[in-house]
């Protein structure tokens, strides 16, 4: 008979002796327990005694997390965390050297387990760290010339034990002083200093910025880009992704009036090609988390394209129409009428004939074509930088389509317009950084006006696929859909320049995209004869249920979900995961990323599916409307589900991809008896019921499959060819 569920059988270990083997009751208060091994080894006041993991992390085991604890486990008796926290908060005050940096590294160590932290945040153990780095370590500074390692590990302890205790939460950001900061910042700024302190440092200000707009005004006060550019241009792959995260946070903080400042000084101090030749294209790989830093930059510097996108022209805004008299100045090789020469109306008149020829809709006033946002003047900005950085180019396109049939010619000027607004679109403009994403573009990376070069390549795609596809006025929006298409599937490759990406442009031409389309059509055939589309219908409900059950049992797999923390390189983990019988969701948190599956029993958390009300996504989860920052964030927004049950209580998810988002909010639908609605059912239910299809109609390959049933045959005359079996 197998023994019963809460009865575990683990092996705990003291210092010096013979670890026990011995069998715990769940049951049981966790105090008693503890109670029954030391008597087991005579060791008095079992108060001051707890268990812990005897494992890398070392945790505490809690009334909380002792559900976590399995069968086979190997636990270590240990001192309390109270008692722990107490002893290391005294050591770190020694006077000696050696005691000191020894404390200071088992506090670095025991800052991991939240179970500790509270205890020795509970004794004013930051504000201890903090003035041990703003005062404590100048009484070492004499001591570093000669004994610098033991410097830099003594402020690398401090360091890490004070970015560890932080990350729990447990204490505000801001509450730190001004003296802290500018210690902080000053490891920051020498040009010789630990890797591990410059690390942790580096670490202290982004979490500083992100998490306070009172200490970002500090922080901004103290740190200048020109003082982190050095760290980039060294080797360390992490040093330069803290330096890049710092100056992200800085950036996402800046108030919308210093944000086209900043970037000013960060081309000045030509960072974009500091981080081509020092990161993109080192010969380390680029990791995940760089990558997501390349990525932040690169959507925070077009969001700076924003406040152009939507801004209209003003139609009586001299300034801003010289702008489309330099348009036709340059396309012409006409002066502005100087002299005044002719009639109003003979000037008026050839104004009008020349905007026509420029693509514009409105032919006598084209200021307003530009009052549509997006793009507003942001096309304006575009056509400009083309007609005058690439002047052959721009006055090649509007003479030729100006020498063209009216029904034929290519509108530049209309073009422009939604060509600029199509790649805002791609890009997303405006849209804050997705949490989860690594998708940048090295080419955005190879030159300071990567958006102007970028529309530059794509207007000249456009005006060489409106000749290809021999295009008229009514054929405007089929020729957009082309262009987006080739400019996506180019973008796809990830080029590594802009002329890269034009060389892929080359080779995607109207025909090679007809030919794309054409094979992807045979690979998703859908014939729509009559006996064809019933077959489908007959068959989609298996199909339906099939998807179901392939949701239901991911539902039972599980899945790692990663809680949202203001300081991403630190994430915490939960699970959830359907019984098998799906009536219970288990849940629980996690310490790290799981390898595998997580087993039922080590999750502590349940909800009866029965006591599930509804699924909720994006704007109606209670965890959007709680978090400010979040709610703006589409990405996240996208992600986010909650299962509401009994009491208006709820179960908060944001999914690690989208695919997850689907089949979770699927498979909780069809748990509650409702229709799974997400796009990847659809898709799903594409693929498979062609693929059922196409097994079916294998016999009839080659054989036209008529409108209309067979016509019934009359009845034989007699049937003397019926053969009796009995």
């Known amino acids: 008979m197998p023994p019963p569920a809460d009865i575990l059988k683990v092996a705990i270990e003291w210092p010096g002796a013979f670890p026990k083997l011995m069998e715990i009751d769940q049951k049981k208060p966790l105090s008693a327990i503890i109670k029954e091994v030391c008597e087991g080894w005579n060791l008095p006041n079992p108060e001051t005694y707890a268990l812990q993991n005897a494992d890398s992390t070392n945790f505490y085991i809690t009334e909380k997390n002792r559900n976590n604890i399995k069968n086979g486990s190997i636990l270590r008796l240990t001192t309390s965390a109270a008692q722990m926290a107490q002893q290391l908060h005294e050591r770190i005050q020694s006077s000696s050297m050696d005691m000191k940096l020894d404390a200071l590294k088992d506090l670095a160590n025991s800052s991991r387990d939240i179970t500790f932290a509270q205890e020795f945040i509970n004794l004013d153990g930051i504000s201890l760290l903090t003035q041990m780095v703003e005062s404590g370590t100048e009484r070492y500074q004499k001591l570093q010339k000669i004994m610098k390692p033991c410097f830099g590990d003594l402020l690398s302890f401090t360091l890490t034990a ?50 306070s707009q009172d200490l970002y005004q500090k922080v901004a006060q103290e740190i200048t880009i020109g003082q982190l550019i050095p760290h980039l241009q060294g080797t360390d792959q992490d040093i330069q992704t803290y330096t890049i995260a710092v100056i992200n946070a800085l950036f996402l903080k800046a108030p919308e009036e210093k944000r086209q400042e900043m970037a000013h000084i960060l081309a000045q101090k030509q960072l974009r090609s500091i981080i081509l030749t020092n990161v993109i294209r080192s010969n380390k790989p680029i990791n995940d988390e760089m990558a997501h830093q390349l990525y932040v930059l690169q959507v925070l510097t077009f969001n700076l394209l924003e406040d152009r996108m939507m801004t209209k022209m003003d139609p009586q805004d001299q300034a801003q129409r010289d702008i489309i008299f330099e348009l036709r100045r340059i396309a012409f090789d006409v002066e502005c009428d100087s002299n005044n020469s002719g009639s109003i109306e003979k000037r008026k008149s050839m104004y009008t004939r020349d905007y026509k020829k420029l693509g514009f809709i409105n032919h006598v006033n084209p200021a307003v074509d530009f009052t549509q946002i997006p793009p507003g003047m942001l096309a304006l900005d575009n056509m400009l930088y083309f007609a005058r950085h690439h002047q052959d180019a721009y006055i090649r396109i509007v003479l030729e389509n100006s020498s063209r049939e009216d029904k034929h010619e290519c509108p530049f000027g209309r073009s422009s317009i939604e060509l600029t607004k199509m790649l805002c679109e791609i890009l997303r403009v405006g849209e804050l950084p997705s949490e989860n994403c690594h998708d940048f573009h090295p080419m955005f990376f190879t030159h300071d006006r990567s958006f102007e070069e970028f529309f530059c390549i794509c207007i000249q795609l456009l005006n060489k696929t409106w000749k290809e596809m021999r295009a008229t006025s009514e054929d405007f929006n089929k020729v957009m859909q082309v262009v987006k298409e080739q400019i996506t599937r180019a973008l796809t490759i990830k080029p590594n320049s802009l002329d890269q990406f034009k060389g892929r442009l080359q080779n995607l031409s109207y025909t090679e995209i007809l030919k794309l389309r054409q094979s992807e059509r045979m690979n998703q055939e859908d014939f729509q004869s009559r006996p064809i589309l019933e077959l489908r219908e007959k068959i989609q409900p298996e199909i339906m249920e099939l998807i179901k059950q392939q949701r239901l049992n991911r539902l039972c797999e599980g899945t790692c979900f990663r809680k949202i923390s203001s300081r991403r390189r630190q994430d915490k983990f939960w699970y959830c995961r359907l019984s098998p019988n799906h009536k219970v969701l288990h849940y629980g948190d996690l310490e790290e990323s799981p390898q595998g599956e997580v087993p039922h029993d080590s999750l502590q958390d349940k909800l009866p599916v029965a006591d599930i009300k509804a699924v909720v996504t994006g704007k109606d989860c209670p965890h959007m409307k709680e978090k400010g920052a979040l709610k703006q964030n589409k990405e996240v927004l996208e992600l986010a589900f909650s299962v509401l049950y009994e009491s208006d209580e709820y179960l908060n998810f944001i999914a690690p991809d989208k695919h997850e988002y689907c089949v979770w909010t699927d498979g909780l639908n069809a748990l509650l008896g409702k229709e799974m609605t997400s796009e990847f059912t659809r898709s799903d239910m594409d693929t498979l019921l062609n693929m059922e299809m196409k097994l079916r109609l294998l016999d009839l390959e080659n054989i036209q499959i008529p409108e209309v049933p067979p016509p019934i045959p009359k009845e034989p005359s007699n049937y003397d060819f019926v053969y009796d079996c009995n």
């Not at 003296?179 to 942790?200: E, H, N, P, W």
């Open 162 to 211: 004070f970015v560890e205790l932080m990350d729990h939460g447990i204490v505000s950001w801001d509450t730190f002083s001004v003296a802290f900061i500018k210690k902080i910042a000053s490891y920051v700024c020498k040009s010789a200093m630990d890797t591990a302190v410059l690390q942790r440092s580096l670490a202290i200000l982004e979490s500083m910025v992100l998490n």
